[in-house]
């Protein structure tokens, strides 16, 4: 890409001037693929920033599952670590305990951390109810670049058996007000799921089909071996469903 796209596409950004005089459908690629990059958060994982072609998207939502150990919180740490380098604010929905020990350990130095921990707010709802008004709550944060709910369907799992139209009323909500979320406040979403065997013995994010629809990318995670993973693209609007790449867990994070 030539130079003097990169300077016009900054341009327009840095001057929000949308009014674009667009001659040639070359131009036109160039630019849309240019400006995705540019509004996508890395990770700091090459494979993985790889995978997602340059990393989570803006105004949509990513999910991510896998079996326990699989990397689910990892990743949510590491995407939240990178939005916050960013300066800009995260809301970490964390139904499971997250560590925050775990965060401390993938910052560069304690001076990052502790900047990076001032902009992460977090919430630890009890229950499916509460999950939703924190949710709720979590859209008000202005500065706002990042949604993390790790994991999403643990409540909702455990409501099921007592509440079954009450807790897919209530998933599908959650799942909706993200979405719109994601769109008109122009920020990322991010969910964890929990997942289950099916009769043909995959492994499937435990989840309502109602809500498919809303998500837009969705990567399957993996163990492989000690350290090791495999994220496989299962849904994605730029890249082919299967592709898969490896990548580590380490003290500093995902490499």
Request: include cysteine.
């Amino acid at each position: 890409m030539s130079l003097q796209l990169r300077s016009y596409v900054k341009h327009v950004i840095l001057k929000k001037d949308y009014n674009l005089d667009i001659r040639h459908k070359h131009f036109y690629s160039d630019f849309y693929c240019l400006t995705m990059k540019m509004s996508q958060l890395k990770l700091g994982c090459l494979p993985l920033d790889d995978l997602l072609n340059g990393g989570i998207e803006k105004q949509i939502i990513t999910e991510i599952y896998g079996e326990a150990g699989s990397g689910k919180t990892n990743f949510c740490l590491q995407a939240a670590r990178e939005c916050a380098s960013n300066d800009k604010k995260v809301a970490y929905i964390d139904s499971e305990g997250v560590s925050i020990e775990r965060l401390h350990q993938i910052c560069k130095s304690e001076s990052d951390y502790k900047k990076i921990l001032n902009d992460i707010l977090f919430f630890s709802p009890t229950s499916l109810d509460k999950q939703e008004k924190m949710i709720a709550e979590a859209l008000k944060i202005k500065n706002l670049g990042l949604i993390v709910v790790d994991t999403i369907n643990l409540f909702y799992r455990i409501n099921l058996e007592d509440d079954l139209e009450g807790a897919m009323r209530s998933f599908v909500r959650q799942v909706a007000n993200l979405q719109i979320a994601a769109r008109e406040k122009n920020i990322r979403v991010l969910l964890a799921e929990q997942v289950y065997t099916d009769k043909n013995g995959d492994i499937k994010p435990f989840t309502n089909r109602d809500t498919e629809h809303m998500i837009k990318t969705i990567i399957k995670l993996e163990k492989t071996g000690t350290g090791e993973r495999k994220a496989t693209i299962i849904k994605h609007r730029s890249q082919p469903e299967g592709k898969n790449t490896l990548f580590k867990i380490t003290k500093n994070g995902l490499e």
